[in-house]
């Protein structure tokens, strides 16, 4: 299915990973002529989007063989496409708004819907939220006081999570994501608490079924960011998402690269989420490193 997927993706996208070339800082794809849809000033370099990513935030973006590979960048490809311009890839590590504000970059990728960053922030493009897995499918809703028991990465968002509604003494840390996977998959406790598309694709990883069964924060997503006073790349972006979602691309990026399209409309709150007793600004403040699942 997978294999299928991508020759879809590779038909659709002329942008496959094996067509993104070049070294890890800066990497240019072209795709077929098309008349381009923007120009500058609206846009650094005519004929050219140059997409700021953040590689050290797989899957959404990460090195794999000296190439930037990931979920932004396949759909930064189809954003290019649409707009008839060149690819340029930029690595702007976790500091996305130096990035624009001294234009080395035109937009950038994977931004939080939540976060406090000083630009324009687009609507929703690819879901996500801290979420729960478990690999019974019968398991639901655990309560603060069931003596149900956790594992997730240590000092991550999904880590403060759990310890905020359900205690210290219910959380088994792990070093990455991978581990944690593995100690859900053993057995040794009942939930994975982690950002739901890093978590679905270490699971994929991994060969491994996991379902999604509560959220521990209200459903989120990642957000494409422009400048504020660039008022007419905002409304390009906004349009071009709106087309890519409608057409079913990035729907089929998801499958790609995590066996599915995320979808946390219908999944149930958990009770500190519902009331709001997780803060997410506590963990923001308090985590060090954020989910990071191994290629």
């Known amino acids: 299915m997978k294999r299928i997927v991508a020759l879809i993706l590779s038909g659709m996208l002329l942008a496959s990973v094996g067509l993104l070339a070049g070294c890890s800082g800066n990497q240019t794809y072209e795709p077929e002529s098309k008349d381009p849809q923007v120009s500058t000033p609206t846009i650094g370099e005519d004929g050219v989007l140059r997409v700021g990513v953040d590689t050290t935030n797989a899957p959404l973006a990460g090195m794999l063989d000296n190439k930037i590979v990931g979920i932004d960048v396949d759909i930064a490809a189809a954003i290019a496409d ?12 976790a500091d996305p708004e130096t990035a624009l504000n001294d234009g080395s970059v ?3 990728m994977g931004i939080d819907q939540s976060s406090n960053d000083n630009f324009w922030k687009s609507d929703i493009y690819l879901q996500t939220g801290v979420v729960l ?3 019974d499918e019968s398991k639901g809703v655990p309560e603060a006081k069931s003596g149900s028991t956790f594992v997730a990465q240590v000092s991550s968002k999904s880590a403060w ?13 792990t070093t990455d994501l991978t581990e944690a996977v593995d100690t859900l998959l053993n057995g040794s406790v009942d939930y994975m608490a ?3 598309i890093k978590a679905l694709y270490a699971v994929d990883q991994a060969g491994a079924q ?28 906004t349009a071009t998402i709106q087309t890519l979602t409608s057409n079913g691309v990035i729907s089929l990026i998801e499958q790609k690269w995590l ?4 979808d946390l409309e219908g999944v149930a709150l958990t009770a500190g989420a519902t009331t709001g007793t997780d803060t997410a600004d506590t963990a923001d403040n308090e985590a060090d490193t954020e989910e990071e699942a191994a290629a």
């Open 194 to 196: 982690s950002d739901a």
């Open 106 to 108: 035109d937009i950038v």
């Open 82 to 93: 649409e707009l008839g311009l060149k690819l340029t890839l930029v690595d702007v590590g």
């Open 210 to 237: 996991a379902n999604i069964v509560a959220l521990l924060q209200p459903a989120g997503g990642y957000c494409v960011g422009v400048l504020t006073d660039n008022a007419e790349l905002q409304n390009t972006v």
């Open 133 to 135: 897995l478990a690999t």
């Open 161 to 173: 999570a759990v310890m905020n509604e359900f205690g210290e003494q219910s959380l088994t840390s």
């Open 259 to 262: 066996d599915g399209h995320v």
